[in-house]
């Protein structure tokens, strides 16, 4: 089993929807997680760090669950640039442990 | 945030050939990594670089086949050794910075073909 798992996508949704991508992990020891955004051929980007029970910053919100090893990620009223993947990772250690990435396509 | 400057950007190579990756931080990191990614797959960390010591890696990633220095704080290297078609993918160089906040930033990457 990988230690952090992602739906693979691709999402492809409209302008202006709210989609939702989910993480588990299975390393209960982990102890900060967060969501990096890569487009395509370039480096992955930190988008979102996520603590406690999670945090918001414009029209993302990023919500961790322990209990159920869960993470998820909110984007709201999508736009085109959001297209691309999204790594949901864990720290372990100081050690970024990524998932598989989920893909995002936003059409017109 | 921390710059990382990677090169180089792309290589094709020949197999057999060894090819020599840089990265450089343009501040005081505490935490240097090396990751791959292969085409449509997520990033796999090679080693943690640790400053004046030997690489830690992770399984199935060796010394003698990506050998790694870290002679200061802010400069590391990743050797891809005896290339084979295989190791064709992105290298990833990366840095953290520990605080109350625990950020990792990236190096461009550089895109390797070995021919």
């Known amino acids: 089993r990988k230690e952090v798992e992602q739906d693979p996508g691709p999402f492809n949704v409209p302008e202006g929807a709210t989609v939702a991508f989910n993480c588990t992990y299975s390393?209960?020891?982990?102890?900060?997680f967060f969501w990096y955004r890569q487009d395509c051929r370039k480096e992955p980007k930190l988008l979102m760090s996520?603590?406690?029970s999670g945090n918001e910053d414009g029209r993302f919100t990023a919500q961790l669950n322990r209990a159920s090893q869960y993470i998820s990620l909110l984007i709201r009223d999508s736009k085109l640039s959001d297209s691309a993947t999204y790594l949901c990772?864990?720290?372990?250690?100081?050690?970024?442990?990524f998932g598989s990435g989920t893909r995002l396509l936003v059409r017109p | 945030s921390a710059v990382i400057s990677q090169k180089p950007s792309r290589d094709i190579c020949q197999r057999g050939t060894s090819l020599t990756i840089q990265c450089q931080v343009d501040?005081?990191?505490?935490?240097m990594f090396w990751y791959r990614q292969q085409p449509g797959q997520s990033l796999t960390l090679i080693a943690t670089?640790?400053?004046?010591?030997?690489?830690?890696?992770e399984s199935g990633f060796v010394i003698d086949k990506f050998p790694i220095s870290r002679p200061n704080l802010t400069f590391s290297t990743l050797t891809v050794s005896n290339m084979s078609p295989e190791d064709s993918s992105i290298y990833l160089c990366?840095?953290?910075?520990?605080?109350?906040?625990?950020?990792?930033?990236f190096g461009q990457g550089t895109r390797l073909t070995v021919v």
């Open positions: 990366s840095a953290m910075r520990q605080g109350r906040i625990t950020e990792a930033f």
């Open positions: 390393n209960s020891a982990s102890q900060s």
């Open positions: 996520v603590y406690s």
């Open positions: 990772v864990s720290d372990s250690s100081y050690k970024l442990i």
């Open positions: 501040s005081q990191v505490t935490m």
């Open positions: 670089a640790n400053q004046g010591s030997e690489a830690t890696y």
